[in-house]
Nanobody, 120 residues
Framework: QVQLVESGGGLVQAGGSLRLSCAASGRIFRINHLTWARQAPGKQREMIATISQGGVGNYVDSVKGRFTISIDNANNTMYLQMRSLKPEDTAVYYC??????????????WGQGTQVTVSS
């Protein structure tokens, strides 16, 4: 019943900012945990940021201090605010949310991915 739809990717110059959104639809009781991951061409997918309800964001060193992960519970929407972007941030970005529903209990759901391209 749950679907995640990502948006907010695009082309930006180095030093710029983007905010990625991950909107969850369905009969959602609780978003338990959120992960943002990215995959650059020729590389493995890597987790870059995580957060749990009531918790603080946790980040891989390469994005720490530049990216902010958050959950808007009122709108069932999750975000990745990216600033001071670098060309090496170029990748497809994915949200992965662990969500509890009455029908299915707690399960992980993935967004479709959104492309972020940072030019030099």
């Amino acid at each position: 019943q749950v679907q995640l739809v990502e948006s907010g990717g695009g082309l930006v110059q180095a030093g710029g900012s983007l905010r990625l959104s991950c909107a969850a639809s369905g009969r959602i009781f609780r978003i338990n945990h959120l992960t943002w991951a990215r995959q650059a061409p020729g590389k493995q997918r890597e987790m870059i940021a995580t957060i749990s309800q009531g918790g603080v964001g946790n980040y891989v060193d390469s994005v720490k201090g530049r990216f902010t992960i958050s959950i808007d519970n009122a709108n069932n929407t999750m975000y990745l605010q990216m600033r001071s972007l670098k060309p090496e941030d170029t990748a497809v970005y994915y949200c992965d949310a662990n969500i509890y529903t009455l029908a299915d209990g707690s399960k992980d759901y993935w967004g479709q991915g959104t492309q972020v391209t940072v030019s030099s």
